[in-house]
């Protein structure tokens, strides 16, 4: 058992990679197999080469917070989520990203922006790292963004954050971005309200 007074934390580690292929250049993203040292052996790890993304916990004056719904082909679901989109344009950055993506995916811009958390998706699986940024002190788009595939068909659900962390802790909400981000940004309205 430790007995350090310093908070936990993910640790980045370097290992020595003998050996990498790309399996499978996709559309979105690919797939690679690393051969490496770790511990006395080599082991070999495939996992989806991801170019990282951005999301937005959009909330109201109300403390309402925005959901969409879309569906996502892996899952076979139009699951709830909250606006997100790749880290897939040269040079931008995750919170310019998470700007555009509230512009393109719900035609909305905000004046206020904060930084939440950033949490890897799916370690075992991929190197996904999303970014999640509260945006408030909202306003639309000057002109709406045309829409298409499975963005064609989004619904909108303007919902109390208290009744979408409730929707988390139930299980009718399954997406982890979304859970992520409600649950930190009802833990940041919290905060800023004992503040006041």
Known sequence: MSTTSEPLRDEAVEVDVVETDLVYSG??????????????????????????????????????????????????????????????????????????ELAEEVDLEADRWESLVSIFTTPGGNDEIVHLFLARD?????????????????????????????????????????AVGVLAASHRLREDAAKD
């Open 138 to 178: 909202l306003r639309p788009v000057e002109q709406a963004h045309a829409r298409e595939e499975e963005e064609a068909d989004i619904r909108q659900e303007w919902m109390p954050l208290g009744r979408a962390v409730e929707g988390v802790l139930a299980g009718r909400f399954r997406n982890g971005i979304l």
């Open 27 to 100: 559309h979105v993203w690919d797939v690679r197999s690393d051969t490496f040292r770790y511990g006395a052996g080599e082991i070999v790890r495939q996992y989806v080469d991801h170019p990282g993304a951005a999301a937005v916990v959009a909330v109201d004056d109300a403390e309402r917070v925005l959901l969409i719904q879309q569906y996502r082909h892996p899952i076979r679901h139009r699951d709830w989520e909250i606006p997100a989109g790749l880290l897939d344009v040269e040079g931008e950055s995750p919170l310019e990203t998470a700007r555009r």
